[in-house]
């Protein structure tokens, strides 16, 4: 169905859809070229705000190191699977490099916590934490991976592992691999009826309306 | 040096409105379409949803995902320029008290940042009886016939409900709940907590009369703003329309320095600095209309001493910047755990409330006064900055698809399936409730500090008391006692009387109002019923700075009622060639 006649299906009028469609084409276009997004001046944003990107892009703030690091990090906590790819796959790293230096509070968690993995690592097997093979990187990992079980000494270590698993799984899951994994079906115009029969039945909630509130 | 100037302009008219959110919104609408000419200035710059709404964008089209930012406190798509921080005009806070102040400067204000939640005060809100609050000198019936045409103008949903103190307006078909929701009505009812369908401003049906606004398509983004025009923004349902009637006059980034006055004590005009080229300017018009936000009112007329005016404009009851109010707020949020690996739906619906805990307790019982309403909201909504982090932590305390319990946190295939199954279930409930009016809560001009355009700044003076901290502990163990009878878990931190059971600080719930307050004694109010200030006839206040003690109900749709009734009452005066 074409998106006009879609529109009308779901009861939108005139005015709105022609208002709509043009909105959509604004989705459409930005999708093409996702990386340039944050160069690109928007209507919608303020002067120091596109000021405020173009400096952040303006340099890096984690080393390659680092950066190898947080990757293989990151697809250890969100690796491929049936569903979707890694955390590398859409682009996690990158959002962190963005990120921290959009968040300046992340920085010395993070680089602290990726010195502190090495040299656990360098003790531990005479490595950095990358050039570990996979299985000793995963014994690293379980150590520090599960707060309700934490060896005396391990602690900065599980704090860190909070920190960059809370930043992947926001990286992955608000990219457009992890929406659509997630199966968010939104950001479309619709006509809102309520939650469908079958669910309010799986739930047994039939009997909840206002009157009874 | 030597090429300062002020540029004055000879034209002289009929109204000059300074800001341009629901106040100064509402009053350009009414007078512009009546043909009176109207100069309005805003301190930021042009905003029209049309055209610069961040709607229909996923959060990857935003680097930063959607999070905060010091320039746009409410996201990265939230339609609000501005928040606590503004570079170059700071304020302050004096003797260690608390009050944070959300500015944001651009077309329509604040009604780009808000919850679209419609409420008006009731007529024990207006006259109340408990002893405690002070009378405004109107009463609901005075004002039930500018909420009336408000509705019809601007379009509000909900349904009637016959409730003492929560009137009932002209309504559309509210949405129905979101799933979480439908858990909460259960568990509030359990509970003992009535909860009504929600009151937005939101157009669930086509506007009568109206050709330039659609309707809601459920995107549940009201609060990027609507290219649509489907919701309420002082932008597109006041200003531009307005505008197109030839009678309004619109100069952005106009930062109003003062009002002018002449030596019979009538004002006569404003001077403001263009943050455009940083230059002075002053126009000349019969009346004034301050919208500019209660603060930013109390701060102009305050910065406008003369000789007639020792202590600011219009200020000889000494009360310009007191009584400021906000409401208090305090919240919860948790998850429902029968609910993991719910069905995928498209549940945004409106990007208001679904569903509203109106306040009906009786304060005899109570150890505060007054009261406060809840706002409620859950549901599958588009993964934003921070997406999951309650999943590593609660993972640990519910079984798996196996049925088994593992260790809570994680990390690879496993805990990237707990994302998914945790995604869609978690809601939060806030209150909103009554902050007193109080001489000793005040904004006043910082003696020393001024702005980056020389504007001495505001410094603010606010502390909450037990009827505020009693308040938010008795929210607190209603939200506990309704997620107990949902059977959710709560994810956010308990709260106790060493954080004021999470009472918010003062202006965090940006519903400030008070400053002007309206009264019939001169001595004790700084404006009549009609906002109109005691001392000086053709100056008028129609942000939230009239109210005289707010109600739990958020104010919005009470200042446009306020401010359609003093757009008419100017409209008499001028007739009557008073003004």
New interface residues.
């Given amino acids: 169905m074409d998106r006009r006649k879609s529109l009308k299906a779901?009861g939108?009028?005139t005015?709105?859809a022609g208002?709509?469609l043009?909105?959509?084409n604004?989705?459409e276009k930005?999708?093409d070229n996702?990386a340039s997004?944050?160069e690109k001046a928007h209507?919608?944003r303020?002067p120091?705000?596109i000021e405020?990107?173009k400096n952040?892009?303006s340099w890096t703030f984690f080393t390659s190191h680092e950066m190898a690091t947080i990757t293989v990090l990151g697809d250890?906590?969100?690796?491929k699977?049936e569903?979707s790819g890694s955390a590398s796959d859409a682009k996690v790293p990158e959002?962190i490099e963005?990120?921290v230096k959009?968040?300046p509070e992340h920085q010395v968690p993070m680089r602290g916590g990726l010195k502190w993995l090495d040299l656990q690592c360098m003790n531990r097997y005479d490595k950095s934490f990358v050039d570990c093979q996979k299985q000793q990187q995963l014994e690293m990992?379980d150590d520090i991976?599960?707060?309700?079980?934490v060896k005396p000494g391990m602690n900065q270590g599980v704090a860190f592992?909070?920190l960059i698993?809370?930043l992947v799984?926001?990286?992955f899951?608000?990219?457009?691999m992890?929406?659509e994994?997630?199966?968010?079906?939104?950001?479309?115009?619709?006509?809102?009826?309520?939650?469908?029969e079958d669910?309010?039945k799986?739930?047994g909630?039939e009997d909840?309306?206002?009157k009874?509130? | 040096m030597g090429d300062l100037q002020i540029k004055k302009s000879s034209k002289v008219y009929d109204v000059v409105i300074v800001g341009s959110g629901a106040g100064g919104g509402m009053a350009g609408y009414v007078l512009a379409n009546a043909g009176v000419k109207v100069l309005m200035l805003e301190a930021g710059?042009f905003f029209d949803p049309?055209?610069?709404?961040?709607?229909?964008?996923?959060?990857?089209?935003s680097?930063?995902?959607?999070?905060r930012?010091k320039?746009?406190g409410f996201g990265d798509f939230d339609a609000a320029?501005g928040s606590w921080e503004i570079?170059g005009e700071p304020y302050t806070k004096k003797d260690n008290t608390e009050f944070d102040w959300f500015r944001s400067r651009m077309l329509g204000g604040r009604t780009n940042h808000w919850g679209r939640i419609s409420l008006r005060f009731g007529p024990k809100d207006f006259q109340p009886d408990d002893g405690v609050s002070e009378r405004w000198p109107i009463t609901y019936e005075e004002v039930k016939p500018y909420y009336d045409k408000v509705d019809r103008l601007i379009g509000i949903y909900g349904?009637v409900e016959g409730l003492p103190n929560e009137p009932d307006g002209i309504f559309m078909k509210p949405?129905?709940?979101?799933?979480p929701e439908?858990?909460i009505?259960?568990g509030?009812?359990a509970a003992g907590v009535?909860?009504?369908?929600g009151r937005g401003s939101v157009l669930t049906e086509?506007l009568p009369g109206n050709?330039?606004?659609?309707?809601c398509?459920?995107?549940?983004q009201c609060g990027r703003s609507c290219?649509?025009y489907?919701d309420f923004s002082s932008s597109s349902c006041l200003v531009i329309p307005a505008l197109k009637t030839g009678n309004l006059e619109l100069i952005s980034n106009a930062m109003v320095r003062e009002v002018l006055t002449d030596s019979n004590g009538l004002a006569t005009g404003v001077s403001y600095v263009s943050k455009d080229d940083m230059q002075e300017y002053q126009v000349k018009a019969k009346a004034v209309v301050l919208g500019a936000s209660s603060c930013e009112t109390a701060r102009i007329m305050l910065n406008s001493a003369s000789k007639i005016y020792p202590n600011g404009l219009a200020n000889s009851s000494g009360l310009v910047g007191k009584y400021l109010q906000d409401s208090t707020g305090a919240s919860q949020s948790g998850i429902l755990p029968?609910?993991l690996d719910?069905?995928?739906?498209?549940?945004?619906?409106?990007g208001t409330i679904n569903i509203y805990g109106p306040w009906m307790l009786d304060n005899k019982k109570l150890d505060f006064p007054r009261g406060y309403h809840i706002e409620f909201g859950g549901g599958?909504?588009?993964?934003?900055?921070?997406?999951?982090?309650y999943?590593?932590?609660l993972n640990?305390k519910l079984p798996g698809r196996d049925g088994k319990l593992k260790?809570?946190?994680?990390?690879?295939?496993s805990?990237?399936?707990d994302?998914?199954r945790f995604?869609g279930i978690q809601f939060g409930m806030a209150g909103r409730g009554v902050g007193m009016a109080r001489i000793d809560n005040y904004c006043e001009i910082d003696p020393k500090v001024v702005d980056k355009y020389g504007i001495p700044v505001l410094r603010f003076h606010y502390k909450w008391t037990s009827d505020e901290i009693n308040q938010a502990k008795h929210m607190q163990e209603t939200f506990s006692r309704i997620i107990h009878e949902m059977g959710a878990i709560p994810t956010s931190a308990p709260h106790g009387p060493e954080d004021m059971w999470g009472l918010e600080a003062p202006g965090r719930i940006i519903h400030e109002v008070g400053t002007t307050r309206m009264g019939d004694d001169p001595r004790k109010s700084v404006l009549n019923k009609w906002c109109q200030a005691h001392d000086c006839k053709n100056l008028f206040v129609v942000d939230g700075a009239p109210t005289v003690q707010q109600s739990d109900k958020n104010a919005t749709w009470t200042i446009l009622a306020l401010s359609m009734r003093t757009a008419e009452y100017i409209l008499e005066q001028r007739k009557q060639q008073n003004i």
């Fill in positions: 779901i939108i009028g005015l709105s208002l709509l043009d909105a959509c604004t989705v930005k999708q996702a997004t944050t209507p919608d303020q120091i705000e405020k990107d952040l892009n250890i906590i969100i690796p699977d569903h959002f963005f990120i959009d968040m990992i991976a599960y707060p309700g079980k592992f909070d698993r809370n799984a926001t990286g899951f608000t990219s457009k992890g929406i994994d997630l199966g968010y079906l939104g950001n479309v115009p619709n006509k809102w009826e309520g939650v469908p669910i309010v799986q739930y909630l909840v309306t206002f009874h509130a | 710059p049309a055209k610069h709404s961040s709607q229909l964008k996923f959060s990857y089209e680097p930063r995902r959607g999070a930012t320039e746009r320029f570079d349904t949405p129905k709940p979101r799933l439908l858990f009505m259960k509030a009812a009535k909860v009504i369908p086509a050709k330039d606004r659609g309707t398509f459920y995107c549940g290219k649509a489907a029968q609910l719910r069905k995928r739906i498209n549940e945004d619906a409106t599958m909504g588009m993964p934003g900055y921070g997406f999951g982090g999943v590593p932590k640990g260790e809570g946190g994680g990390y690879g295939a805990l990237k399936d994302y998914r995604y």
